[in-house]
């Protein structure tokens, strides 16, 4: 298929730019004029829609296919959200207008807020990080302005080996020396916890459920140790969407943890962004949070910036409002029974999938799972087949693979996560060509280290596209 700017042809132009802008309603001093448009396509309308809507065409996304890419939450978003988003009332909005012309803007962040802690139990909420990794990172911060304030070093991070890869990643950004414990059949291995945890310790941050789909069972253990160490408990909220309207991590000793509103609640995830990653703390820590924070008083919304101790502000002005808006009108729909019946959904979905699918493939963590669960691809070492391969061909059925190669402590992992909102035809028919493809690695390896064969484009060379990506067009001359 052509680039849209090799459509345009010489001697056939749709639509011709002018050489350069001037002369127009405003006189463009000549040091800021384009001098050079030749390289923008010249294409008509019709051309241009052809063109963009031949390439959505190519794409696989939720609303086209399944995907149940693990970690990832690939949920159906209702379009309700996207409307109620898109009303003017909303998009018309500009972060400098007076907190009197804001009211419902604010209403809608307060009670969101509020919303978030019921679920939680934590007490207080910042919504102004803008993905889950930034979530993470504000929390760490606010861990870190605590222990300042009691005098205390910055110490080290604790992280499970099961915890989401971020995980790590902030806690070194935040300026934290990391220390992985192992785990023990799935869950945080209680011996070597102990053996790491000292006073030297800020912070033990876990996923939970973690990366393997697993809820850690010894949670308030876990939380009792932490805190006699004199460290903080974070929770990696992102995959909420498992104990949501059932447990409360407020509830069972975390002191911070974050949401991934795109994950969990109604707001595309990935390349669909943007995201939003609200923190929660316990009141102890709520001096700490980053300002503004939103205040209701005598009925009148308000926001303050006089927190003290505040870590400052971690974007601009109050996090993804529209990310935010959206969450709040998916939980008002849902209710709170129905808030639970999505986590009870998204349980018995990844369960059913795990049951019947490890009958033919190899699961190394059997126990009941949470939201997700992780095959391991490893025996079809003898027909040079790995995880990749596998996940290659179910492009050539229609399907977004899994999560492959994370995490990391199963071999050729194959993380899959059905989410709550598909059927059990649509989990029949994927286990079904799963199992189809289980039979074709072994009887004819070969297709499948061809595959994906019926795709527009086939195996690329990911890694050279990763180093040297080719970002810009450049014209042929
Ligand atoms: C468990 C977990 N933690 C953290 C993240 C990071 O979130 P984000 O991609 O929004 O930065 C993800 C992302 O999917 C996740 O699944």
């Known amino acids: 298929m052509e680039l849209i700017f090799e459509k ?29 448009l030749t390289n923008l396509p010249e294409v008509s309308e019709l051309q241009l829609v052809r063109h963009y809507t031949a390439l959505s065409k190519r794409n696989i996304g939720v609303d086209s296919n399944f995907y149940p890419l693990g970690s990832c939450t690939m949920k159906y978003n209702p ?4 409307d109620i988003a898109a009303l003017p009332g909303f998009t018309k909005i500009h972060p400098f207008q007076n907190e009197e012309d804001i009211q419902g803007a604010l209403k809608i962040m307060y009670e969101f807020e509020g919303l978030l802690k019921e679920l939680s139990g934590m007490e207080e909420v910042a919504l102004q990080p803008a993905a889950g990794a930034h979530g993470e ?3 760490l911060f606010i861990a870190q302005a605590y222990h300042r ?27 934290y020396h990391v220390v992985t414990v192992r785990s023990k059949d799935g869950n945080i291995d209680l011996d070597d916890l102990k053996a790491h945890l000292n006073e030297d310790t800020a912070v033990l941050m876990l996923t939970n459920p ?8 010894d949670i308030e253990t876990i939380s009792k140790l932490a805190h006699a160490a004199g460290a903080l408990l974070y929770m990696d909220g992102a995959n909420f969407n498992a104990i949501m309207g059932i447990t409360r991590p407020g509830d069972f000793g975390v002191d911070i943890m974050h949401f991934n509103l795109h994950k969990t609640f109604a707001a595309p995830h990935g390349g669909g962004g943007p995201g939003s990653g609200p923190v929660g703390v316990k009141a102890f820590l709520k001096d700490f949070l980053p300002v503004p924070v939103v205040r209701k008083n005598d009925g009148q919304y308000s926001l303050d910036y006089n927190l003290p101790l505040t870590i400052g502000k971690v974007k601009a002005f109050y996090g993804n409002f529209n990310v935010i808006l959206k969450s709040y009108v998916y939980l008002r729909m849902l209710g709170k029974e129905g808030v639970r019946k999505v986590s009870e959904m998204a349980v018995l979905n990844a369960n059913y999938m795990k049951e019947l699918l490890k009958k033919h493939y190899n699961l190394p ?5 949470k939201h997700e669960f992780v095959l391991s691809l490893n025996t079809f070492k003898e027909n040079g087949i790995g995880a990749l391969d596998i ?40 286990i079904e060509v799963l199992i189809k493809i289980k039979e074709e690695a072994e009887q004819d390896p070969q297709l499948i280290k061809e595959a994906p064969l019926n795709t527009v484009v086939k195996r690329l060379d990911e890694v050279t596209a990763a180093r040297n990506p080719v970002l810009k067009y450049e014209k042929k001359r």
């Open 365 to 369: 963590y059997p126990s009941v799972c």
């Open 8 to 36: 345009t042809r010489e001697g056939r132009k749709a639509y011709t730019l002018p050489e350069n802008i001037k002369g127009g309603a405003v006189d463009i001093p000549d040091k800021f004029l384009r001098r050079n």
């Open 210 to 217: 973690n990366t393997l789909g697993l809820f850690e069972k």
């Open 391 to 430: 996940a290659k061909r179910l492009l050539d059925y229609g399907y977004h693979p899994p999560t492959i190669y994370f995490p990391l402590i199963v071999e050729e992992a194959f993380m899959i996560e059905p989410t709550e909102t598909e059927d059990k035809e649509t989990l029949d028919a994927f």
């Open 137 to 139: 990172l504000t929390g």
């Open 149 to 175: 304030s009691k005098g205390r070093k910055p110490g080290k991070v604790i992280v499970p080996d099961t915890s989401h890869g971020t995980n790590p990643s902030s806690a070194h950004l935040a300026g």
């Open 79 to 82: 379009k309700i959200n996207e």
